[in-house]
């Protein structure tokens, strides 16, 4: 009889799980549009070093030029947390530097975004975490 209980309490768990796993299984929304941003400027925020900033051991490093917002967020997905939970992605880019950085955040959430920088090669620069 415990035993039965035990396996009917482990398999609600399980079920409870999947089941608020599922509510992120819909496509995030991807704002409409390419913002502008300054890379200089972030670079002088976001220096190598501080925690959260991630300067090295990307996924993205052969030449895969982009040349459109998909393209941007497509590689940028490479280098997201299997962890991360986001709804909402934003695009931007840097025309002075041919630089994209691609936003991965949780709508109606205060920080805990994640930012990928990507040079026009395709090549990913920085990663931000939790801003």
């Known amino acids: 009889m415990k ?3 035990a396996l009917s309490l482990a398999l609600m768990i399980v079920a409870i799980a999947n089941l608020s796993d599922s509510s992120f299984a819909t496509a995030p929304v991807i704002l409409s549009g390419i913002e502008s941003f300054s890379y ?3 670079i002088n925020i976001w220096a190598v070093g501080k925690p959260g900033v991630v300067s090295d051991g ?5 030449e895969n030029p982009i040349t459109s917002k ?3 967020i497509a590689l940028a997905k490479n280098e997201v947390k ?3 939970i986001y709804n909402a992605i934003a695009v931007y880019y840097d025309d002075a530097n041919e630089m994209w950085m691609v936003l991965f955040f949780t709508m109606n959430m205060l920080g805990g975004g994640q930012s990928v920088y990507l040079n026009r090669a395709g090549a990913t620069t920085l990663i931000v975490f939790g801003e």
């Open 3 to 5: 035993k039965m209980m």
């Open 40 to 42: 200089d400027e972030d």
């Open 58 to 62: 990307f996924i993205n490093t052969e």
């Open 70 to 72: 998909e393209d941007a």
């Open 82 to 84: 299997t962890n991360f």
